[in-house]
């Protein structure tokens, strides 16, 4: 089983960063449906204008460096250095960490002259490089033509400065390189840091990571694979999301398996350590697969968005963690089974249960004043809560640290309005066969131009066929802030519906107005999927629980998760830091990580707690003893998971910063409020009755029984008589507990932690 996994990981991994780029699709415009009106702008360019979907446009700016207004001779120099630039090839660097089969994207890029400042002080030139943008192949071409165009105008005493999308990702890329690194390896060592401090094993520690890393590699292959079958492109933001999800979740499941391993090994020394790992993989394997099978619901829920970003995000994600459940199934019982005891070297825990610590006097606080904690853990839920008052939605792409490409924007915009290097155009087409004249768009372009945040209208370009036409708008305002999807929204659209004649349709395109049709997509979504996720994930509890009443609960605590999880990130980025909202796919991630990840942590105690009250003793005692043992795995797991998606807090990106942060705070709360002190003060005071109908173990106890005992003698955490050794003599025992009769009770509660006499 390992072998296959092996070689499978090795191929697909090999696979998916070879492939990965070509499937993925990184003109927002396209995952539009084609009833939004940015969307049909856009096919609109693509048939009448010839507008490449992998066009790269860049805007650069040409001055000189001492500031003053450019000469006849700076012009003319400047006229020469474009004509060599648009016929020199530029050749794609080739770094040695490079992805094998990486595609060239080598070219001769188109470069030709835009505009000079009114004040003359600097030129612009128009650049297109063509190619996917999110390939690291692409941004090292743009990096060989940076660095030739400013050779080129070096030479000649004048500086350069490079704005537009691509240049903006390349600049944000190098800024924020180290910080990532940096970032991407307290990730890794946080989690080896645990695992050591857990297990006391370095082997324990690396084992999850080497085998997450590889089954990640599989994941990859498979979305991959599956995008080539069925030509659905994939969003550039998908495989960083998914490799953060696969080693969360993935750590998390090694990490259940683990603590039931050893929990095992414990109680049956005597027994085969394959047994126990079969035995182990079959009871935790039930509990991994609904809380896999969550996340898998939540997530194909978004295969009814409207908006393409949600709608591939979705199947990907689930897919993945489908292969994720198939490995934790088969891949890491076997890992288990290979290495037996030795996993946990140079360790000594195995020879003795240890004595009870912190997990056992959690268990019996929260069990002995339940109502006291689920007070405490709501009060907490609900203030943080609150911070939902007045919460607004912010759909910009920028902010964060300050690029060299944002800066050479604002220098152009000082001279010339804010957009005119990403205008908002108005794209006008006959509806009939005849040719369209200019004079026929002067009524159109007049009104336009009195718009209120309109700079400048630039005159109509026709079509080769004379079918269509271009009108450039130059706004004063920055196209990807808030301002300027307002004035597309409201204003523009408003002119262009109005002014339009009657034989012509227009529809206005460009950044504005694709995230202002971004918005109203998202906020359709968002009421879509919300109900239709919270059924599905209360489905699969109620199969996995087996039980009315318990699924409910659970919902409603990880419902109340989600509200206090983006409560704090709403006091944080908009209330604290002035932000002008939260960014507009939060909620949806959240609602996602938060309530499908969390629910993971409440699948597993819930499990453990209706496994014990299948118990013969009181309830409250099952639900310390489910405590006891799941506590400290729920947080290990807990600060692994938050750990894996803080590191996105180190992004430069105010976007991947929110939802780092966000993220993180949710599974904290989920693991160490929801699932370690709710969810169990509310089993202790519902007692059985959480799993009406069916409320297991009400069988009565043994008139001997005057407090509560495990049925097990092994789940005594000291008792000082030893197991009775087992006489299976086949090499696979699968052995059965031992009859026993408790006696009469030595020591004061809490019952688990009280050493007993038994047969």
């Not at 969360?248 to 683990?258: P, T, V």
């Not at 830091?577 to 629910?599: E, Q, R, S, Y």
């Not at 030893?722 to 003599?729: A, E, G, I, V």
Request: include cysteine; glycine fraction near 8%.
């Amino acid at each position: 089983m390992i072998t296959a996994w092996t070689v499978l990981g090795l191929l697909l991994t090999v696979l998916s960063q070879t492939l990965i780029y070509r499937v993925t699709e990184t003109q927002t415009a396209d995952f539009l449906p084609k009833s939004y009106d940015s969307a049909a702008a856009m096919q609109i360019a693509h048939d009448r204008f010839g507008t490449k979907p992998d066009a790269n446009p860049v805007t650069v700016l040409v001055a000189r460096t001492d500031g003053r207004a450019l000469t006849p001779a700076d012009r003319e120099q400047i006229d020469a250095g474009t004509k060599r630039l648009s016929r020199l090839k530029v050749t794609m660097p080739t770094p040695k960490d490079a992805a094998p089969f990486q595609k060239d994207y080598s070219q001769i890029p188109q470069v030709g002259p835009a505009m000079t400042a009114p004040d003359g002080t600097f030129e612009l030139l128009s650049a297109n490089l063509t190619g996917n943008p999110a390939d690291p192949g692409l941004e090292n071409t743009f990096r060989a033509f940076r660095d030739n165009a400013r050779a080129e105008f070096a030479a000649q005493g004048l500086r350069t400065g490079f704005t537009g999308a691509l240049a903006d990702q390349v600049d944000s890329a190098d800024d924020g390189k180290t910080l990532a690194t940096i970032a991407g390896a307290a990730s890794a060592a946080l989690i080896v840091l645990l695992h050591i401090l857990v297990f006391r094993s370095v082997l324990a520690a690396l084992l999850p990571l080497l085998s997450v890393a590889l089954i990640g590699g599989v994941a990859g292959g498979a979305i991959v694979g599956t995008s080539l079958l069925t030509g659905i492109k994939l969003s550039p933001s998908v495989p960083g999301l998914i490799n953060v999800v696969l080693i969360g979740i993935g750590i998390d499941y090694f990490l259940f398996l683990m603590f039931r391993f050893r929990e095992q090994l414990r109680a049956r020394p005597d027994r085969h350590h394959r047994a126990t790992a079969a035995e182990v993989g079959q009871k935790v394997g039930t509990a991994i697969t609904s809380a896999a099978l969550t996340i898998v619901a939540a997530f194909a829920t978004l295969g009814v968005a409207s908006f393409g970003q949600f709608r591939v995000l979705g199947p990907a994600v689930a897919v993945s963690v489908l292969v994720m459940l198939l490995a934790s199934l088969t891949l890491m019982p076997a890992v288990l089974a290979a290495c037996g005891r030795k996993l946990f070297w140079p360790s000594r825990a195995l020879a003795a249960e240890p004595r009870p610590g912190a997990a056992a006097r959690f268990a019996d606080l929260v069990t002995r004043r339940p109502l006291a904690m689920a007070l405490a853990s709501l009060a907490l839920l609900g203030a943080l809560a609150g911070g939902l008052a007045g919460i607004r939605m912010d759909y910009g792409m920028g902010g964060g640290p300050r690029t060299a490409s944002q800066t050479t924007a604002q220098e152009i915009s000082r001279a010339l309005p804010a957009g005119v290097a990403d205008p908002t155009s108005v794209y006008v087409q006959t509806r009939n066969a005849g040719p369209l004249s200019p004079a026929a768009l002067d009524g159109l372009t007049r009104h336009l131009t009195g718009v209120a945040g309109v700079g400048q209208v630039a005159k109509p370009v026709l079509s080769e066929d004379k079918q269509a036409a271009r009108i450039d708008l130059f706004l004063t305002e920055d196209p990807q802030s808030q301002r300027a999807r307002d004035l597309v929204s409201g204003p523009i659209r408003a002119a262009v519906s109005q002014h339009t004649p009657a034989d012509l349709t227009a529809h206005v395109g460009g950044t504005a107005a694709v995230f202002a049709d971004v918005s109203t997509a998202a906020s359709h979504d968002l009421r879509l999927v919300f109900p239709v996720a919270a059924v599905l994930i209360g489905v699969i509890l109620l199969l996995l629980l087996r039980s009315l009443l318990a699924p409910v609960i659970l919902m409603l605590s990880v419902g109340l998760g989600f509200a206090a999880t983006l409560g704090a990130a709403t006091l944080l980025f908009q209330h604290t830091m002035d932000n002008p909202g939260v960014n507009f796919m939060l909620p949806l991630v959240l609602f996602l990580f938060v309530v499908a990840l969390g629910t993971d942590y409440n699948i597993l105690i819930s499990d453990r707690i209706r496994e014990e009250m299948a118990q013969p003793g009181p309830p409250r005692a099952a639900v310390a003893r489910a405590l006891r043992h799941t506590a400290p795995a729920i947080a290990t797991a807990g600060l692994v998971l938050a750990g894996s998606f803080a590191s996105l807090a180190a992004n430069p990106q105010p976007s991947n910063q929110q939802v780092g942060f966000a993220t993180g705070v949710g599974i904290l709360l989920s693991a160490f409020l929801l699932s370690i002190v709710l969810v169990p003060a509310l089993a202790a005071l519902l007692g059985r009755a959480l799993w009406w109908p069916l409320r297991p173990g009400r069988t009565a106890a043994r008139p001997t029984d005057t407090h509560p005992f495990p049925e097990h003698p092994t789940d005594i955490p000291h008792s000082p008589w030893p197991t009775p050794p087992h006489q299976d003599t086949h090499p696979f025992p699968y052995t059965h507990p031992q009859p026993y009769a408790p006696q009469q009770e030595q020591h004061p509660d809490p019952a688990w932690a009280r050493p007993s006499h038994h047969s």
